[in-house]
């Protein structure tokens, strides 16, 4: 009987480096040389592949791959029929969702959608963008753009979809945002064949919450300190943990060592109020995988 292996895609392109980063803090090491689309993994039962986000979703359906990685507008844009394993909110930059705008030139008088009434609009999300458009009952020329989208107005269109994580972009091309279109994430998604199938089904459901470990993750710090039993309750006073901190004794008679993990937003704030309050020996330190 031959071994089973879980057909995966990889997202390739802008989202590539942070893909194969996530994949890295959820255990999995992901390498491609430079002009190959087959990355090795260090897990002999999954086979991956370099697919364009925008055609991840409709070989997920058609059951070419079992599974892949792509964003919800390119599953919106195919009209995909494939099964949400996990929301993944990365991106190239940052843990947020992407927007998909309707931009037009800082000099142009358009203040709204409706102003888009038989105009030109160039995109690569030509269907999202024709769907939104019936939305709010405007007829405007909606136009494939091959990409560098941001350069074809004012001479080529009047208004552009494009999609933004910052706006630096944009506004590094003069461009001002009227409305959002859309916003987008990446997710896991499957094929029906693949999610009925127990083994590759268990496949995904694991490698989900490994992912998204790694996500929250990111955010998150672990720190170590000591405290003497006479200082323990203003301490505790000062931390907000996942649930409550590991308390342990130490060898030294009156002495407990505390553990946490809290958002590392918070870290440079406590540390100092953690010290005024007794704790000695604070170590910070970072983590890969936090799993609820």
């Known amino acids: 009987m031959a071994a089973k292996v879980l057909k995966l895609g990889l997202p390739k392109g802008s989202l590539q480096k ?5 994949f890295r803090r959820a255990g999995y090491n992901v390498s491609c040389p430079a002009r190959s689309y087959t990355p090795s993994i260090n897990a002999p039962d999954v086979e991956c592949l370099l697919i364009r986000a925008q055609e991840m979703s409709r070989y ?3 059951g070419a791959l079992d599974a892949g990685l792509t964003g919800s507008d390119w599953i919106a844009e195919n009209a995909s029929r494939v099964k949400v394993v996990c929301n993944l909110v990365y991106a190239k930059q940052r843990l947020v969702p992407v927007r998909w705008v309707l931009a037009v030139p800082e000099a142009s008088r358009m203040k709204s959608v409706k102003d888009l009434r038989g105009k030109r609009i160039a995109t690569e999300l030509v269907n999202v963008t024709r769907a939104y458009l019936k939305r709010h009952r405007v007829k405007a ?3 494939f753009s091959w990409g560098a989208t941001e350069i074809k107005v004012p ?4 208004a552009i979809v494009e999609v933004t994580e910052t706006g630096g972009s944009l506004r590094a091309n003069k461009l ?6 859309m916003t987008s994430n990446t997710q896991l998604v499957a094929g029906a064949a ?8 268990r496949k995904l459901e694991n490698l989900a919450m490994l992912l998204e470990g790694a996500i929250i993750a990111r955010e998150m710090v672990g720190l170590k300190l000591n405290v003497s039993e006479g200082r323990l309750k203003a301490v505790l006073g000062k931390l907000s943990a996942l649930r409550n901190p590991t308390i342990s004794p130490l060898a030294e008679r009156g002495w407990y060592a505390l553990e946490v993990v809290i958002s590392e937003l918070e870290v440079r704030e406590l ?3 953690l010290r005024r309050a007794g704790a000695e020996g604070i170590i910070e330190y970072p983590l890969n995988k936090v799993i609820f």
């Open 18 to 22: 942070a893909t194969f980063d996530l």
């Open 155 to 158: 001479r080529f269109a009047d």
């Open 176 to 181: 001002r945002i009227i409305d959002t279109v």
């Open 60 to 62: 997920v359906e058609q």
């Open 194 to 201: 693949a999610w009925r199938d127990p083994w590759k089904r």
């Open 141 to 143: 020329d909606v136009e």
């Open 271 to 273: 540390v100092p109020e």
